[in-house]
């Protein structure tokens, strides 16, 4: 038996009589700085996981959408072995569902050795969105377009003694220190007998001025197959041109251009008050360096280097003479390069060559155009027969 005092009277182990109102033995300890960082890694994974369901509901990653990953040389490009699909608004074929393929190197072409193959001429050609084509299928984009017609024209193939390969290395969102790049870190790999830069005079010489800022997705092994990756690198492209645009001197759009004629005026033989301007067109100071450094890589390899300067779409559409235009073509031809220019082709269309992946971007008409001029233009450069 028990004695009094310890008859289950629990008086004095209800907590009144606790300094702090809980049973004796029941306080709760302090969480450990370990549990707080689970709890805190938990909450970010399931806030990106929430993340990455939004973009996919909103229509991003890879299920509809190609992917792209940051590259250590060229800054980002297209996933390799991939195939993509993206609704256009045509304007000469309806809306439909375009299908991208892209090879074993992260190019929209079909895949080819790496060492070149007997009797075959190959031709790169760099570029932004214009020539990668989002807009069209694979067979349409002006690269295979030209490299049919040059192959047809002279009755060669693959199979034939020799051939014309054409190598499309374009990516959405290139600029002319991308294709410096190219050709600074690529070069000897792809070993190319020919070099075409596809300038598109809309936005390729808007660059942003730290590297940096080239590579939004620094994880490529971890975001790459990610709808979050995804909005990241197509909304890139933007970011840039806002940047270009904070850089630049306040004012009208005219002096917007002013720090650009400095730079580019000793590329140009035209009159300081005689320089047209395009209030579309965004220069940006070290472009025309860019193409001249490209122009001496080339050299010093023994590889020629040609432009083709793709227009805007109104530049074509309208019987006006836009002094932007020649001007920079004045500058490219100044810089050392031989320009080729698709205005004659493309300017019987009209808007009909547009308005494919958006306003700004060819239609397979156009691009059929394009790919029409390119064949001429090397034909008579005499680069291929």
Request: hydrophobic share 40%.
């Amino acid at each position: 038996m028990l004695p009094n005092n310890m008859t289950g009277d629990e008086s004095a182990h209800d907590g009144k009589n606790s300094p702090t109102g809980k049973p004796p033995g029941k306080e709760r300890p302090a969480a450990h700085p370990l549990a707080k960082l689970a709890l805190l890694l938990g909450t970010l994974v399931v806030v990106v996981a929430l993340l990455e369901l939004g973009f996919r509901l909103a229509g991003y990653g890879p299920a509809t959408h190609l992917r792209w990953f940051a590259h250590p040389d060229l800054h980002y490009t297209a996933a390799p072995n991939q195939q993509g699909s993206v609704q256009v608004a045509d304007e000469g074929a309806g809306d439909r569902t375009i299908h991208v393929s892209i090879n074993g190197y992260g190019q929209r072409c079909d895949d080819y050795p790496l060492e070149k193959e007997p009797g075959e001429f190959r031709v790169v050609v760099l570029g932004d969105s214009l020539t990668f084509g989002p807009g069209v299928g694979n067979d349409e984009t002006f690269v295979l377009q030209a490299e049919r017609l040059l192959n047809q024209d002279q009755g060669k193939g693959e199979s034939a003694d020799g051939f014309v390969r054409m190598v499309n290395v374009a990516a959405n969102g290139y600029s002319t220190i991308h294709y410096l790049r190219w050709m600074e870190t690529q070069l000897e790999t792809y070993r190319p007998d020919l070099v075409v830069m596809g300038l598109y005079i809309g936005n390729d010489l808007v660059i942003a001025t730290r590297n940096r800022l080239f590579n939004p997705v620094p994880f490529p092994g971890i975001v790459r197959n990610s709808a979050v990756g995804h909005y990241l690198l197509e909304n890139h492209r933007p970011a840039l041109m806002n940047l270009a645009e904070s850089m630049a001197p306040a004012g009208s759009k005219s002096r917007l251009l002013e720090p650009i004629d400095k730079s580019l005026r000793r590329f140009v033989n035209v009159p300081e008050d005689k320089l047209g301007y395009d209030d579309k067109v965004l220069l940006w100071r070290h472009a025309m360096g860019h193409v001249t450094r490209m122009r001496e890589l080339a050299e010093a390899a023994g590889i020629p280097f040609v432009c083709l300067l793709i227009p805007q779409s109104h530049m074509v559409s309208h019987e006006k003479d836009y002094p932007l235009h020649g001007w920079l073509q004045r500058g490219v031809e100044r810089a050392g390069l031989s320009v080729i220019l698709p205005d004659a082709e493309l300017r019987p269309l009209g808007m009909q060559g547009w308005h494919s992946y958006d306003p700004g971007h060819l239609n397979a008409g156009g691009h059929a155009a394009v790919g029409q001029a390119l064949a001429r233009g090397l034909r008579e450069l005499g680069y291929v027969p």
